[in-house]
């Protein structure tokens, strides 16, 4: 069974850009976390680069959508996203030096995350963005 699963009852934000894109981050991740249960090392910090390059694309994409739409949350949403960042970017940085592990609690500390933050607060954006002509 896979780490995450995309459902519209339980993730739509009602911006089909960023369903999208969040339903392609789950893909990465639920890869992530197959490899992450081996020993291919190089398979996995691909995979991981792949992942943190994507999100942070996909942050980009959310926070410009935000200003477009003058959402009022905007601060504090950027500042998770930011947090969450720094986070990857530290354990790349440690991966690649030989210095950390990429492995299941990893993988699933990031499932987490995007299962709090997408229902919790992606969502909220989406009456903001949709008045802005943003669908
Ligand atoms: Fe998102
Ligand atoms: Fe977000």
């Known amino acids: 069974m896979s780490l995450l699963t995309w459902t519209k009852e339980q993730f739509a934000t009602n911006i089909s850009q960023h369903d ?3 339903q392609t981050i789950f893909d990465m991740v639920n890869k992530l976390h197959e490899s992450a249960g081996g020993t291919d090392r190089s398979a ?3 995979q991981l680069d792949a992942l943190i390059a994507y999100v942070a694309e996909h942050f980009g994409a959310e926070e410009s ?7 009022a ?8 996203h930011d947090k969450l960042v720094q986070t990857c970017l530290d354990l790349q940085k440690a991966f690649h030096a030989g210095e950390a592990e990429i492995n299941r609690e990893t993988t699933t500390f ?26």
Do not use: C, F, T
């Open 73 to 80: 949350d905007y601060p504090q949403h950027k500042q998770e």
């Open 65 to 71: 959508n935000m200003i477009k739409s003058d959402y």
């Open 44 to 46: 996995i910090g691909k």
């Open 20 to 22: 999208r894109e969040h």
């Open 110 to 135: 990031v499932a987490d995350w995007l299962v709090n933050h997408i229902p919790n607060i992606d969502r909220r954006y989406g009456p903001a963005m949709n008045g802005a002509g943003i669908a």
